[in-house]
């Protein structure tokens, strides 16, 4: 802990840590901590953004810190901890990819209030591109972009593809129109058949659709226990949506000192 600063001498290390679990975990305002630890709102917001971003004052803090939890392993890594449930259907599966969005209060900009309105949740929000490993583990996240912004364009310029290897099968819903782009790097595409322009889909699309949504659901299951920091299913203030980046590594990485959600 020497690599942050504590804020309030009345308040030991320990307790500046709980303040940060508490925020992130239970999804208290600033109001309800400085009642419960006897200090102001100011404090607690000097401490947020003194613990939380990566690098505070010059120094590294718990995002940085805690994004070597968050770490792509190699293709040899992810084939010997794969479980069966995925093996046995998609062998060559390097990661199952899915998109996050996060609620963040209005923007008085107008140009800000267009950049983050989502269509798909009808609100403003910030979305980030996770991936995890077929054993459940969160192997990649992108920074946060806009919740007007397609899926295969955060896709396409977060960084995400220049991970991806020769024989690499990703995993995804239909919203992921992005198979010529993996394709320059090797890597298929994996998605449920589209139904347009036919009157139903073949026994064996149905059966491979089927497969698909039993492994699929593993992501959104780690997104949904991911989202049981409850700081993450608030409405973030604007003020704050500078450190969400931030707050977002803190949660990830934590999630993935968690028990696997998928089945060994």
């Known amino acids: 802990m020497g690599s942050v600063e504590r804020i309030h001498n009345k308040l030991t290390v320990e307790d500046h840590l709980l303040i940060i679990l508490m925020k992130l975990r239970l999804g208290l305002c600033n109001t309800d901590l400085a009642y419960r630890f006897q200090v102001s709102k100011t404090t607690i917001s000097n401490i947020l953004r003194s613990w939380v971003p990566a690098i505070s004052l010059g120094y590294p803090a718990m995002a940085f810190i805690l994004k ?31 998109c996050a969005e996060i609620f963040i209060a209005r923007p008085s900009s107008l140009t800000a209030r267009a950049q983050t309105w989502s269509n798909y949740k009808h609100n403003n929000t910030i979305k980030y591109l996770i991936a995890i490993t077929p054993a459940g583990a969160i192997s990649f996240l992108s920074p946060g972009w806009g919740g007007r912004v397609l899926d295969k364009q955060i896709t396409n310029e977060s960084g995400f593809l220049k991970l991806l290897e020769p024989r690499d099968e990703v995993l995804a819903d239909r919203g992921f129109l992005i198979r010529d782009k993996l394709a320059a790097y090797g890597a298929t595409l994996r998605i449920p058949h589209f139904t347009k322009g036919k009157k139903q889909l073949s026994a064996q699309e149905v059966d491979t659709a089927r497969q698909l949504s039993c492994v699929r659901i593993h992501v959104e299951r780690v997104i949904g226990w991911w989202k049981n920091f409850k700081i993450l299913q608030t409405v973030i203030l604007v003020s704050q949506v500078n450190i969400l980046d931030d707050v977002v590594i803190v949660c990830d990485a934590l999630t993935n000192l968690c028990k696997s959600v998928v089945p060994k």
């Open 68 to 98: 070597s939890l968050i770490k792509w392993p190699s293709k040899g890594a992810v084939l010997k901890n794969m479980p069966k449930i995925i093996k046995c259907n998609f062998k060559r599966c390097r990661c199952i990819i899915d």
